[in-house]
Structures are given as C-alpha cells and as structure tokens.
C-alpha cells in the first residue's frame, strides 16, 4: 500500500513540477507563449509565478520567479517523499538532492520530447501541431550544436539518437547519487 501511495505523489508532484520546469525552459528558449500548449502551462503555473514575481525579479533574462517558485516545490517534495519513508538527511545532502532532481526531471523530459519531436517529423511532416511547435521550440536549442559537429548523413539526422545517448550517459552517473527514494 505505501508503494502504491509513493508511487501516486511522486508522479503527481513531479509532472506539476514539470509544469514549472517548462515555463522556465520555454521562457529560455524564447518559445511561442501564444502557442495552445504553451497557455496551458502559463495558466497552470500562475497561481504561483505572479505572486513571486513581485517578490523575486527577473535577471539577464532569466525567469528568476519561475526557477524560485520550483526550487521551493521541489524542495517540498523531496522532503515529502523522505518522510514517507522516516528518512532524514543533512541539509548539505537535502540541497544536493533537490538540485539533481530537477536535475532528472529536465533531462527526463527532454528524453521525452526529442521522442516525440522525432516521430512527430516522421508522421506528421508538412502539418501544423502546436504540440509539434512547441517542441521544436523547446528541443532545437539542444540539438542545434551536435547538428553542427555531426551533420545529416546520406539524409537522415542522427543528431537526436547521439543527444539521447549523451542525456542516457549523465543520467546513469547521476542515479547513483539519488537514495533510492528520490529517483
């Protein structure tokens, strides 16, 4: 029962937190906000994001309120999930695993969504799909340097299978430095 009551909070908590982590990278990469998709996560994020912004201004550019509001939350969650399980950890390493959670959550969206970007050029070339803007958007600006050192061969583009591979890399050094109960 408790792993089931576990496995509810983390995946909730964590895709409100993605929430969040979206809006900050949409904002770095200076993505469409008009765009469907992108209203929604605006939406969803407000009720936290605007109180902050009077708060905590933003800086060169980046979303200093956004990136606040989500180390809060996830400092929140991380101190849920230990406590599910009577887990207490110095501060030093309480910090350590809040920033490599955020960590994890980017590079496992972006997994995620240089995915979806690739079948999306498979299936749906030629056609508009705000889903499919957006992740343009959000995923070029990753793929854009290996795109300029490893170029299309005969055609196809093998930049996203060599970005996944290096994203894969990092996460399994950084796993290891997770308890069990963060991951």
Known sequence: MQDSLFFLVKTLTDLYLLTFLLRFIMQWTRADFYNPFAQF???VTNPLVVPARKIVPSAGGVDMPTLVVLLILEGLV???LLAMFDLAVPI???ILY???RLISLTLWFYT???FVYVILSWVGQG???PIGAILADLV???LRPVRRIVPPIGGLDLTPLLVLILIQAVVRALMPLLPAVLR
Request: proline letters at 5%.
């Open 140 to 142: 070029e600006p990753i």
């Open 98 to 100: 809040v920033l490599l």
């Open 78 to 80: 991380a101190w849920a």
């Open 92 to 94: 030093g390493n309480f």
């Open 112 to 114: 995620g969504a240089i």
């Open 127 to 129: 056609r508009y799909s």
């Open 41 to 43: 996560i605006v939406r």
